[in-house]
């Protein structure tokens, strides 16, 4: 049995009247690329600052590597890597210099700490800005050197917070392979973000979170498996009366139907042939149709049936 490295029992956190973690639980194993997806203010940033003791609450347990979490517990501190949502670099420093400073935080052998600066600035791919100093770098390439703080110590478990958010299509992919590579190398992952497609990308295991609950938990398969929905397919469609539009809700497996501004959308709940059956269906009944799109279920219609709205428009 792979070792719990986190493990958070009956989180609550208030801020005044709001209830940020309402009974929030959550288990960690390691090896884990543990995905904490939620909308905008779901309490994901909470749950990061509770967990690293920077942020106290009002109930609940937190262990990290077996041991209770605790503000001044520096042996747990020192194995975590931190990568805030807020790019937090020092301005007056040089690339170089700001991943030298926070590693140096960590570790103190001069010799051991340079080989772990060139590491980091290798892996984030920032060999070529060494000597810039924060404010000449794109948005990217700031992730980036946010990241290289975090991790050039080699922490056991390392926590990013929304690495990803407004950054190009690059240095997103750079970001995501590389968590990836950090876990094949050993550490434990705890990745937070309001984009589904990249915690079904890396993530090993989801918690789905809205307003301070889990409201789903499990692997990508088990989490889609557990929705009615199996399939949605999208149809251009030119007219449709209302007559029709009830005839293709009765087809066989159709548990959804909406028509809008020329897009007829069928949603499934099993079935091998829905495709084949509806383009059949609308071709014996000379309704001419344009582009067609079939869709399988992504992690949005889990948190769609659940909470009855999509985490796009929560967002
Ligand atoms: P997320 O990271 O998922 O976007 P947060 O943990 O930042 O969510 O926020 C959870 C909820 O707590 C939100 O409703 C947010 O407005 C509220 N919140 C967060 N930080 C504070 C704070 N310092 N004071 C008051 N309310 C806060
Ligand atoms: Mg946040």
Known sequence: MPETIVKIENLVKRYKELIALDHFSLEIKEGEIFGLLGPNGSGKTTTINCLLSLLSFDK????????????????????????MQNVAVIDELTVYENIDYFCGLYINDKAERKKCVDEAVEFVGLGDFVKYRPKKLSGGLLRRLNIACGIAHKPRLIILDEPTVAVDPQSRNKILEGIQELNRRGATVIYTSHYMEEVEQICTRIAIMDKGRTIALGTKEELKKRIKNTETITVEVMQLSEEKLSEVRALAHVSETEYSEGRLVVKYSGGKHNLIRLMEYLKNNDIVIGRVFTELPTLNDVFLEVTGKTLRDSV
Do not use: A, D, R
């Not at 609940?60 to 890597?81: D, L, R």
């Open 60 to 83: 609940g347990e937190i262990e990290i590597f077996g041991e209770k979490m605790s503000p001044t517990n520096y042996n747990v501190k020192k194995q975590i890597g931190m990568i």
